[in-house]
């Protein structure tokens, strides 16, 4: 059984490793078989409204009444950006945001605090007196706009609360959802959200479509607990650290990687007993066939040690402690890692123990 330095030295070494390899190796994904799954060729569940329905939507709305707009240039652009929106030349929620924001100062501002990379206050959105039309298209732009700032926490439980049936752009929902769910290793979910986007594979935007496939392919093949599943984890605690968020949350995300390593290497090191008892067992069943027939000794008699029972010390060089890991056992643990894991795994240890020697990386 490994050292507790070997151990050690183990945890960390697949640590960086998987957090580099991460980042070098992408996904492999198959998704020439897709298309025959059961789950994507059930009846739709969702509709699409056209672009002259969610106009009418707004128009409907009472306080977007296309009689209350006062200023008739204004009134001009909107004609102008309805007319872009049906020739596919302008986004549809981006568009209904705008006309909402002509009427609606507190969904304006959210806007103008969005694209200056501030907090806007969204409590209104909770408010029973706000208008549901309003709410939920305000609420689909927000959650659009924070997936795309990688935002994943907070935008998950905004699009969770919207009903695809009664979206202006159940399409964008759903796809925006699942971004969240996959990147979160939400791995159920992500599935259910993909199956019911691919539903209408043909009517969505085809860089839905596409990127649907890819992450349904990926998460399927995705095993929990698996190294590519702690990578995952780990890309997440780098993105949460990366946006300042350092709470509660990204600590426990941080001690399940660490609990997940545990358990991977415990797992190693039991195949490599396992696999070190087989040889031992071959060894023994080959060696009593040539010998004596494979008869145990007659009699219990006592060994004839020759040693003479002392234990050479050993001393340590100056600056060396006990517990610092030997080169030939740190050579050890790279092989060990080099016969499990693909070779790119062991050039990533080999630059983190350089790193180590350069005093760059704490210990």
Known sequence: MPSPSIRRTLAWGLFVAAAWAAAWSPPQVAVAGAASEPALAREPTWSIPTATAVRLKVEQWPA??????????????MQA???????????????????????????????VAMGRGQNPPIEWLDDPATDAFVRDAVTLWLGRELVRRDRFDEALPLLERLEVGDSVDPATVLFHRAACEHWLLKIDEAMESLDRLLERESEIPVRYASVARLLRADVAALEKGSLDHIARRMRDVTRRL????????????????????????????????????????????????????????????????????????????????????????????????????????????EQYFKRLANGAEDR
């Open 64 to 77: 977007g009444s296309a009689s209350l707009t006062v200023d008739p240039a204004r009134a001009s652009a």
């Open 81 to 111: 950006a309805w007319n872009d929106v049906a020739a596919g030349r302008r986004d549809l929620l981006d568009t209904v945001v705008d006309a909402i924001g002509d009427h609606e100062p507190r969904a304006a501002a959210l806007v």
């Open 242 to 349: 990366d946006l300042g968020s350092a709470g509660p949350t990204t600590r426990e995300v941080q001690d399940g990687v660490i609990a997940s390593l545990d358990e991977l290497i415990k797992r190693l090191e039991d195949q490599q007993r396992q696999d070190q008892q087989g040889e031992s067992s071959a060894g023994a069943g080959s060696g009593s066939g040539q010998g004596g027939g494979g008869r145990p000794m007659e009699d219990s008699r006592i060994a004839r040690g020759r040693g003479t029972g002392e234990v050479r010390k050993r001393d340590f060089a100056p600056g060396e402690a006990w517990g610092n890991l030997p080169p030939h056992d740190r050579e050890r643990a790279l092989q060990q890692i080099g016969r499990e894991f693909p070779p790119h795994y062991r050039e990533a240890i």
